[in-house]
């Protein structure tokens, strides 16, 4: 990245002289049938001591009331759930794990008797946490759980009428009102790396902070491996089977300590080593209680007194200020609302350019479509463009930071994914990257993001539209061999475009096909939440945005360009460019 920057900046002063100057995932081969429902969970600051403490069972109560209560009791994890396992008998109690899982639910629970002391409960569940805080949204239909309630030996002894009803079968986990949920749970990163090892890569996840150890569930979870989106397309420094044996805790050096099984730390190298360190210390980071991250493993060190950028790493990569668009039927610059031209790039206009891409880490390389978007074009300074790809449809080419412009073709058949260098020093074909989860349907807009290691999309299935997030797949020289089957990202306007706008954040809208159409921009981060951004425009033809900080996500509209202020306040005034259908690298 460094070296691309600097790249950049020499192509920046060049340019002001002259204008004066993605192998299928093994994960499950099935995508998700049904897009989600978009939610907002609630902001909530340290709100936790209005949260009500679970209350014990009550004498006489009914069975539907012991399983209202017990639902309810799931906010408590003190002393591993133990007011909720008073609900249940004592075999019960010992099969259930409340860790397992967690419904969020929308709407109170329904309970109905099915006889024989069993009961059905449902709810509309918005969401799911899985062990390792992996969230997955649901559909609005309404989730259905069993429970199988007995009456407990009375004070005599004897079964009978005195006896108290209590749970003898429950579904493993627990369910939280999305109120509730947001009062216990946050959610927080764990890093990965890239394949290459050039980046770290985010991979949120949810866990219950009210009377859980939350460092020591997310180690445990990092431990785990990435969510399954991810896998196949990062990597962990730590060994498959590492475990933690102790921890965390506080050493004798004020430092968060973690212990961990010496046996698959065993054959290390000393750069591995100092790779874990990293990324347990990025994992844990901003954790309450957690300080600087000290691993140890028997007779093994974690020096790790390199830092990321020693180790070649670069965390949370970004991209400059800089946009790619056209003008007068030339690819243009533009640096705020400055339009710059290229040195030497050569007239393209009887090609009719469209949809331009430029990568961050290199700066003698644009993409773009010509104008029945039928073929994908390099172009450089000094040389005449060249057709790479040519399909149906194609969509705005995505520049990677690994040598790579990807775009797709959509046919009747469906999608097709291509990805073709364009660092001339690789000798690598054009390739068409494997996902056979897409057959059938569309990819309205695919981008790369700055990691390389995901693939945020709009799949059109049938006509219905909804967000991905994918891993890429690559072989050990990088290049592009598959997505892994993708992670629903919920939505709540209509969609057809996506950009990155953060490492764990997207911006997604469908253009106003007429001039009073209204469009509403929406922000969808990795958290599973939604957000709009600002009011809403009429008839946007483009929007731009990058991951990057202080970048201004610019809207495009036939009369001007705006950008957002500070609030997400549009601001219309004077904000014409002569600049259009730009965006920043990526």
């Known amino acids: 990245m460094s070296t691309g920057r600097r790249g950049r900046a020499t192509a920046l002063l060049a340019v002001v002289l002259a204008t004066a100057l993605l192998l299928v995932s093994a994960c499950a081969p099935m995508i998700p049938t049904s897009g989600p429902v978009g939610t907002s969970q609630p902001e909530s600051d340290d709100d936790t001591q209005y949260l009500s403490q679970p209350a014990s069972p009550q004498p006489g109560a009914t069975a539907e009331t012991i399983i209202r209560d017990f639902i309810k009791a799931g906010v408590g994890a003190e002393d591993d759930f133990a007011v909720a396992r008073e609900y249940l008998t004592e075999e019960a109690s010992q099969q259930w794990r409340p860790t397992e899982r967690t419904l969020v639910y929308t709407s109170d629970p329904a309970i109905f008797s099915e006889g024989d002391d069993t009961y059905s409960v449902q709810v509309g569940v918005d969401s799911s946490v899985d062990a390792n805080g992996i969230m997955t949204p649901r559909t609005s239909s309404p989730d259905s759980v069993e429970f199988t309630l007995t009456r407990e030996d009375g004070e005599d002894g004897e079964d009978g009428e005195d006896g108290e009803w209590r749970i003898a079968e429950a579904p493993q986990g627990i369910m939280l009102s999305s109120t509730a949920f947001s009062q216990t749970f946050r959610a927080h990163t764990l890093y990965f790396y890239d394949r290459q090892h050039e980046y770290t890569v985010p991979d949120r996840r949810w866990f219950m902070e009210r009377g859980r150890d939350v460092a020591a569930e997310t180690m445990r979870a990092l431990l785990d491996g990435p969510a399954p989106y991810l896998q196949s397309a990062v990597d962990s420094a730590f060994p498959d089977g590492a475990v933690m044996t102790r921890g965390p805790f506080e050493g004798e050096d004020g430092a968060t300590t973690i212990e961990l099984d010496s046996e698959r730390i065993a054959g290390t190298t000393a750069e591995e080593r100092s790779l874990m360190r990293h990324q347990a210390s990025l994992s844990l980071d901003g954790l309450p209680d957690v300080g600087d991250v000290d691993l140890s493993a028997g007779q093994w060190t974690f020096d790790g007194s390199s830092s990321l950028e020693a180790l070649g790493i670069t965390h949370r990569p970004e991209v400059q200020s800089l946009q790619v668009g056209v003008h007068d039927g030339r690819l243009k610059l533009l640096e705020g609302l400055q339009t710059l031209s290229i040195a030497g790039l050569p007239d393209i206009s009887d090609l009719d350019p469209q949809a331009p891409a430029m990568p961050e880490a290199a700066d003698d390389v644009y993409a773009f479509l010509d104008g029945d978007r039928e073929n994908l074009y390099h ?208």
């Open 379 to 586: 172009v450089r300074p000094d040389r005449s463009a060249v057709s790479v790809v040519e399909g149906e449809a194609l969509s705005r080419p995505s520049m990677d930071n690994d040598g790579w412009t990807w775009t797709v073709s959509n046919s009747d058949s469906g999608a097709t994914i291509h990805a073709v260098p364009y660092d001339e020093s690789m000798e690598a074909p054009a390739v068409k990257v494997s996902a056979d989860w897409l057959d059938g349907r569309e990819i309205t807009s695919l981008r790369i993001a700055q990691d390389g290691a995901r693939a945020a999309m709009v799949v059109d299935d049938g006509g219905e539209r909804t967000l991905y997030v994918a891993g890429v797949v690559r072989d050990s020289e990088g290049i592009p061999r598959g997505l892994t089957t993708p992670m629903a990202l919920p939505t709540t306007v209509e969609i057809e475009h996506v950009r990155w706008d953060a490492n764990d954040a997207l911006v997604v809208w469908q253009p106003g096909g007429v001039e009073d159409e209204a469009v509403q921009i929406q922000r969808v981060t990795l958290d599973m939440t939604t957000e709009d951004v600002g009011e809403v425009l009429l008839a946007v033809r483009n929007v731009s945005t990058g991951e990057g900080a202080d970048l201004e996500l610019m809207a495009e509209t036939p009369d001007s360009s705006v950008v957002t202020l500070p609030g997400d306040i549009w601001n219309l005034d004077d904000q014409d460019v002569a600049l259009r259908d730009y965006a920043y690298a990526g």
